[in-house]
């Protein structure tokens, strides 16, 4: 489904160039779940952005399901990420002026599709959000924010999401029951990459991948 191909990610500064990536061959079968680990600095956050269209590599190919995503023009390549992937990040991203509905009816805009409310409250209740439609953000626990997030990435039914840090800021019971959503993902045949520095989705996992430095490292591997 997803094969990096020698991607390198090489930023430019004033005190020279900082390898993000380095190198990078990896391959996400459909259906896995995969966690990536790393120090802080490692290259986490650029290989999830790198995978989902947003950061192109300095070198190499990034292919989805055969589609070359950076030979893709920005706005052909915008819809691919729109119609095949979901992003959840640790700082929630919602809009504070919006109910819990109309976040989650913010990705059918990105996808350039009208989805009705009922499509969305519908994958609310499946994540236990029941009666939190119509609510604000500000009304919301971290861990009912972390789910409507979810609930956003889900709502365009993609093939992939990518989630960085989606427990960093809940306790570990909210921590188990958002990776539980996204175990649930996969069971209905979705493909998760996590990036975190906890242990709570270790036992779902196919694989937890390991950087440092921006190269990809085998378990035990120093």
């Known amino acids: ?46 290989l999830l952005l790198t995978i989902g269209g947003m950061l192109r590599p300095t070198t190499g190919r990034v292919r989805f399901d055969g589609a070359d995503l950076y030979s893709l023009n920005e706005r052909a390549r915008t819809r691919f990420r729109a ?11 919602l809009l504070p002026y919006l109910n819990t509905i109309d976040n989650v009816l913010l990705a059918a805009g990105a996808q350039g599709r009208r989805a009705g409310k009922s499509e969305a409250q519908e994958i ?46 809940l306790d570990p019971e909210n921590a188990s029951e958002v990776i539980g959503d996204l175990v649930e993902f996969r069971h209905r045949g979705g493909t998760v990459i996590v990036v975190t520095h906890g242990t709570v989705a270790d036992q779902y996992a196919d694989r937890v991948i390991y950087l440092r430095e921006g190269r990809c490292l085998a378990a035990g591997e120093s």
């Open 1 to 46: 489904m997803i094969h990096l191909e020698n991607v390198s990610k090489i930023y430019r500064t004033g005190r020279g160039e900082v390898r993000a990536l380095d190198a990078v061959d990896l391959q996400v079968e459909s259906g896995e779940l995969v966690v990536v680990r790393g120090p802080s600095g490692s290259g986490k956050t650029t």
């Open 83 to 93: 119609e095949n992937i979901g992003f959840v990040f640790q700082m929630f991203h």
């Open 124 to 169: 609310l209740d499946r994540l236990g959000l029941s009666e939190r439609g119509h609510h604000k953000p500000s009304q919301l626990s971290a861990g009912e924010k972390q789910r409507t997030a979810i609930a956003r990435a889900l709502l365009n039914q993609p093939k992939l999401i990518l989630a960085d840090e989606p427990t960093g800021n």
